[in-house]
């Protein structure tokens, strides 16, 4: 098993900046990806980026791409989503994945972190 737990979820203004954190543990040495998903209210969710463990391939959602940037740190077992230019729209619960699929890594998933971008 995997464990996530996710960080840095907030209340930002429209065009802000935020920086999620995810740290897992656990068999982590098992996982071949990890990524973000998130899901705004009355929506499906949405797969957002991913990132090998390697670090050396990342694969982004077209909303994302070119404002968000996900990067690892495997020696703290943690991977991160810098949120950039955010829009009212951006609103939702974030949820970082872990596991073999790619690029919609969805084996383990944290319990969530609230992003409200108000306008």
């Known amino acids: 098993q995997v464990q996530l737990v996710e960080s840095g979820g907030g209340l930002v203004q429209a065009g802000g900046s935020l920086r999620l954190s995810c740290a897992a543990s656990?068999?982590?040495?098992?996982?071949?990806?990890m990524g973000w998903f998130r899901q705004a209210p009355g929506k499906e969710r949405e797969f957002l980026a991913a990132?090998?463990?390697?670090?050396?391939?990342?694969y982004y959602a077209d909303s994302v791409k070119g404002r968000f940037t996900i990067s690892g740190d495997n020696a703290k077992n943690t991977v991160y989503l810098q949120m950039n230019s955010l829009k009212p729209e951006d609103t939702a619960v974030y949820y970082c994945?872990?596991?073999?699929?790619?690029?919609?890594?969805?084996?383990?998933w944290g319990q969530g972190t609230q992003v409200t971008v108000s306008s």
């Open positions: 994945t872990a596991g073999n699929s790619w690029p919609g890594v969805n084996d383990y």
């Open positions: 656990g068999r982590t040495f098992s996982v071949y990806a």
């Open positions: 990132i090998t463990r390697s670090g050396g391939s990342t």
